[in-house]
């Protein structure tokens, strides 16, 4: 006489997990968002520049710095 076997157990896997489902997709970045950062020494460079440009008129550190780095992010040199 042949042995029965014992029904098989299943559990319900959530949508998300199973074998068939959609996987999600991987974010891409372009190659824009990719490049490096200017570096604090050619932020302080163009800095410089900015503050020839200006007549070397003290007092405008802060956005010399900051506006250094837009324009290097900018591809401007």
């Known amino acids: 006489m042949a042995k029965q076997q014992a029904p098989k157990r299943t559990t319900k896997v959530p949508a998300a997990q199973a074998?068939?489902?959609?996987?999600?997709?991987?974010?891409?970045?372009?190659?824009?968002?990719?490049?490096?950062?200017?570096?604090?020494?050619?932020?302080?460079?163009?800095?410089y520049y900015r503050y020839l440009e200006r007549g070397r008129v003290p007092g405008f550190e802060v956005e010399d710095w900051l506006g250094a780095e837009a324009d290097l992010r900018n591809g401007l040199k």
Not at 19 to 47: G, H, L, Y
């Open 19 to 47: 074998a068939d489902a959609p996987r999600p997709r991987r974010t891409t970045t372009t190659r824009k968002a990719v490049q490096a950062a200017p570096s604090a020494q050619d932020i302080a460079t163009r800095a």
